[in-house]
C-alpha cells in the first residue's frame, strides 16, 4: 500500500468492543485506569511466565481467537515513513503508543531506521503530539531504550495483587507506581503485549481522557493492534522492519499470526 497524504480520513470502524465505561473510580488509581472496568480486561492480573517468545504464546495462547476477531487496523500501511502529524489527528488522537522492535528499527536495533528518521522527527516534533513506548523487552533491552529514546517515557507494566505496577523510564529517570522499589523491579517478569493493562497504563502516561485520543502503533496484529483496538485505541498496523532480525521461533509465531487474522477474517 502506497504512502497516504497528511490528513487522511480514516474509518474507526475496526475498533473493538471493549467499551468505555467511566464507571469506577479508586484513591490512587490513575484516571484511565479507574475509568475502566476490570471485567474487560482479556488479562486480567496475570504475570507473564518468562522474558522470551514463549511467555508471549502462553500468555496469548489460549485468547488467540478471540485477539484475532479483534486484530482489523484502523489503518494498514507499509511504514511510519507514511505517517505524517495529520494523519495522526485524522484518527481523532494526540497520543502515540509505540511499539519499536520491528516497527521503529529492526529487532534491538540501536537506532530508528534511516529511512524512517524523518518521519519519527516530524512525528515528535508536533507539540501536540505526547508519546509513550510499550516493548515486550527484558530487562537489559528496557534500559538500553531509556538510552535510544532519552525523551519518550517507555512503560513496563508488572502485576501485582489488586492492581499493577507502572515502571517509567525517561532518560536517566527511573520510577515507578508509589510503594515500590524500583530497584528490585529487574528480578520481576513484567507482564508482555498482548495486554490491555499495558494500553491503559499507556493510555494514562499520555494523560487521554478516552481512549479515542489514543493510537497504537504497531507490526504485529494480535500483540499491538488487538489489544489496543478492544479498548477503543485506534490502531496503525505496519509492515515488520527487516523481519529476518528476528529468532526463527518469532517468525513462526509472525507467519502464524498472519494466517490466523486472515482465517478469522475470512469468517466474517
Ligand atoms: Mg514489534
Redesign the pocket.
Known amino acids: 500500500m502506497g504512502a497516504r497524504k497528511p490528513g487522511l480520513q480514516v474509518s474507526r470502524s475496526a475498533l473493538g468492543t471493549v467499551p468505555w465505561a467511566g464507571q469506577r473510580s479508586s484513591p490512587g488509581m490513575p484516571a484511565v485506569l479507574a475509568q475502566l472496568r476490570p471485567a474487560d480486561d482479556i488479562f486480567p492480573m496475570q504475570s507473564a511466565r518468562g522474558y522470551d517468545w514463549v511467555s508471549t504464546v502462553l500468555q496469548g495462547g489460549p485468547k488467540l481467537v478471540k485477539l484475532a476477531r479483534h486484530a482489523a487496523p484502523t489503518l494498514r500501511i507499509d511504514s511510519v515513513a507514511s505517517l505524517y502529524p495529520e494523519t495522526i489527528r485524522s484518527l481523532g488522537a494526540h497520543g502515540i503508543i509505540w511499539?519499536?522492535?520491528?516497527?521503529l528499527m529492526p529487532r534491538h536495533g540501536s537506532a530508528v531506521a534511516p529511512h524512517l528518521a524523518a518521519a519519527f522527527a516530524r512525528l515528535r516534533g508536533d507539540p501536540m503530539l505526547r508519546h509513550v513506548i510499550l516493548s515486550?523487552c527484558d530487562a537489559k533491552r528496557f534500559a538500553d531504550l531509556a538510552t535510544i529514546f532519552t525523551d519518550i517515557p517507555i512503560l513496563r507494566v508488572y502485576a501485582r495483587a489488586g492492581g499493577i505496577i507502572v515502571r517509567r523510564r525517561l532518560g536517566e529517570s527511573d520510577s515507578c507506581t508509589p510503594g515500590t522499589d524500583v530497584s528490585r523491579l529487574d528480578s520481576v517478569r513484567a507482564l508482555r503485549k498482548p495486554n490491555v493493562l499495558m494500553v491503559r497504563a499507556a493510555l494514562d502516561e499520555l494523560r487521554c481522557t478516552s481512549p479515542s485520543q489514543a493510537v497504537m502503533i504497531?507490526?504485529?496484529y494480535l500483540?499491538?493492534v488487538a489489544p489496543a483496538n478492544m479498548l477503543g485505541v485506534a490502531t496503525v498496523k505496519v509492515d515488520?522492519i527487516e523481519p529476518g532480525s528476528f529468532p526463527m521461533p518469532v517468525r513462526a509465531l509472525q507467519l502464524a499470526e498472519r494466517l490466523l487474522v486472515r482465517m478469522v477474517a475470512s469468517h466474517r
Not at 99 to 103: A, C, E, L
Open positions: 511499539d519499536v522492535d520491528g516497527t515486550n504497531g507490526d504485529q500483540t499491538d515488520t
